[in-house]
């Protein structure tokens, strides 16, 4: 097995040019369950010194698209709270190299950007990875982090019999991964401590593994392991890059998101105060009328596969993520899962975690 240091340092950014934006339907079916505790925590959180501004976080905003809702959201019922005079600042975070152009015409040119009707608000960006600290001590007012948290700081292994370590056999992997991801969710939580007001909340919803320890999302796991492979047999591919392809992320269980906290119920200066796993949609499974309409079932979750996890997978090319042969592969791997996908339709189960840290 390569070592952990071999590995890409962090995740590559998604596939840019606003693919994220229009392929993450899988993605913004999961936000409406955890809306009702950012409403809360709007309505709830300290909003101190009137000629300080308010400050929402996005923690791993990406290209903004399932950003708009949650903030949208915050941004109102803040509004509401403080009264049209104060201002308020919106910090987008996402790696450096995240697609932050996407990000900012989306916010111009959507009828339902934030800032379409308040005047009063900003829109700002913070190209850093959020298991460091991202914004200054006592900050941020209110913050909100979806679909992100299961993206780790760094491939921690390679897995020798799949991409996803939460189906692999080999028990050194997931060891490693399972390691990799409780020291991030530690770094996550300590910078998240230092960076919220006393009073401030920050509302999180993320992929998890439910109390069985199902990680959720086989039929495309599979499908993109097997797709890799026939790029192998069809001599596109090595073994050898095959092997360093890996899509870094964890979904944790409800005991490892509440680890750190142990028996006192507190870490740094972080409480829980709700959190729940649950099942969300897959929303191309009922999109296309239960996979009766195959095709577009199919194409739909390579698609959605494409924006998300082949940048990761791509770093495992002999050139790395700028190899030549990138955008071959991208085209290549889509059309197998489509096919693949298309010939055996399923729906995908899909575990969620949402809960709310508060500053106390």
Request: net charge negative; hydrophobic share 45%; aromatic share 8%.
């Amino acid at each position: 097995m390569q070592g952990a240091e071999q590995m890409p340092a962090h995740p590559a950014p998604m596939e840019g040019q606003g693919a994220y934006n229009r392929n993450s339907r899988v993605q913004a079916a999961g936000l409406s369950p955890a809306l009702p505790l950012l409403e809360e925590a709007a309505r709830i959180v300290p909003l101190g010194s009137e000629r300080e501004p308010l400050l929402v976080a996005d923690y791993g905003c990406s290209e903004g698209r399932n950003s708009l809702l949650p903030v949208g959201t915050a941004v109102r019922l803040l509004r509401e709270r403080a009264g049209s005079e104060r201002a308020i600042s919106v910090v987008h975070n996402d790696l450096a190299d995240n697609d932050f152009a996407a990000l900012f015409d989306l916010l111009e040119s959507d009828p339902e950007s934030y800032l379409r009707d308040d005047q009063n608000v900003y829109a700002l960006a913070a190209g850093r990875s959020f298991f460091e600290h991202v914004l200054p001590p006592d900050s941020v007012t209110l913050g909100w982090s979806s679909w992100s948290i299961q993206w780790l700081s760094r491939a921690p292994a390679e897995i020798p019999d799949q991409v996803q370590a939460a189906y692999s056999r080999d028990a050194a992997a997931c060891a490693a991964f399972a390691q990799r991801a409780a020291q991030d969710w530690i770094a996550f939580l300590r910078a998240r401590s230092r960076e919220l007001r006393v009073g401030g909340r920050l509302v999180v919803l993320g992929m998890a593994s439910d109390d069985d320890g199902a990680f959720g999302y086989r039929p495309v796991v599979e499908a993109i392991y097997a797709a890799l492979l026939e790029l192998v047999s069809a001599g596109f591919l090595t073994e050898a890059e095959v092997r360093r392809m890996v899509i870094p992320t964890y979904a944790r269980t409800r005991a490892e998101l509440l680890a750190p906290f142990g028996p006192s119920g507190r870490f740094d200066d972080l409480v829980v105060e709700n959190i729940d796993i649950f099942f969300g949609d897959d929303r191309i499974w009922i999109e296309t009328g239960e996979g009766r309409d195959a095709e577009a079932f199919g194409a739909r979750w390579a698609a959605f596969s494409r924006a998300s996890v082949f940048p990761s997978l791509a770093l495992g090319l002999a050139g790395g993520g700028s190899d030549v042969r990138r955008t071959e592969f991208f085209a290549r791997m889509e059309a197998a899962m489509t096919q693949a996908l298309a010939a055996k339709p399923e729906e995908s189960l899909i575990p969620l975690a949402k809960l709310t840290l508060a500053r106390v």
